[in-house]
T-cell receptor, first 115, second 112 residues
Framework: EPEVTQTPSHQVTQMGQEVILRCVPI?????FYWYRQILGQKVEFLVS????????KSEIFDDQFSVERPDGSNFTLKIRSTKLEDSAMYFC?????????????FGNGTRLTVT | SQQGEEDPQALSIQEGENATMNCSYK?????LQWYRQNSGRGLVHLIL?????REKHSGRLRVTLDTSKKSSSLLITASRAADTASYFC????????????FGKGTRLHILP
């Protein structure tokens, strides 16, 4: 069964550094999402992406964050200058249709640790 | 309170018993979805119920939706040790299909 893959599984970075989290969504999916989860708590919406542009974003997704689908297969999340509070699990998800009709398929996440 | 709040936060039951988790939300929705998360892993979709549906079944899962009360429940019948996980409801806000909001989840522990 096709799956969403995320790399790396664990990323450690120093405060102020830039990080790029990578995701390969399921190949025929059209909608892409990033979520984060701090310490097994609430799963927080960051951004959704469709047709090569951001369709929705949350208050968390400020100017320090950006997303890109550079080559038609990868979907990346960039954090320009990491803060301690960015430490979390970051999950990528994709769906074939909008969430009105189809569920999200999640990767297993990247654990980001900012020191 | 949050859009999509599960209740209880944690639940421990004996294997074989039924487990019921509830979710409340605040705004009008297109649909509501339930997901499961094993520790340290990604979320796995369980079931989707549309706003015009009242009940849906999938194997040992039964989901109800009451849009007048803005609430949903997930029932797992004849629980098994493998059902131990966190369960999240997720709401798709009306006319905002690309923003799916998750609650804090219910941690379910099935005792042998």
């Amino acid at each position: 069964e096709p799956e969403v893959t995320q790399t790396p599984s664990h990323q450690v970075t120093q405060m102020g550094q830039e990080v790029i989290l990578r995701c390969v969504p399921i190949s025929n999916h059209l909608y892409f999402y990033w979520y984060r989860q701090i310490l097994g708590q609430k799963v927080e919406f960051l951004v959704s992406f469709y047709n090569n542009e951001i369709s929705e974003k949350s208050e968390i997704f400020d100017d320090q964050f950006s997303v890109e689908r550079p080559d038609g297969s990868n979907f990346t999340l960039k954090i320009r200058s990491t803060k301690l509070e960015d430490s979390a699990m970051y999950f990528c998800a994709s769906s074939f249709q909008s969430s009105y009709n189809s569920p999200l398929h999640f990767g297993n996440g990247t654990r980001l640790t900012v020191t | 309170s949050q859009q999509g709040e599960e209740d209880p936060q944690a639940l421990s039951i004996q294997e074989g018993e039924n487990a019921t988790m509830n979710c409340s939300y605040k705004t009008s929705i297109n649909n509501l979805q339930w997901y499961r998360q094993n520790s340290g892993r990604g979320l796995v979709h369980l079931i989707l119920i549309r706003s015009n549906e009242r009940e849906k079944h999938s194997g040992r899962l039964r989901v109800t939706l009451d849009t007048s009360k803005k609430s949903s429940s997930l029932l797992i019948t004849a629980s098994r040790a493998a059902d131990t996980a966190s369960y999240f409801c997720a709401t798709v806000v009306m006319n905002r299909d690309d923003k799916i909001i998750f609650g804090k989840g219910t941690r379910l522990h099935i005792l042998p």
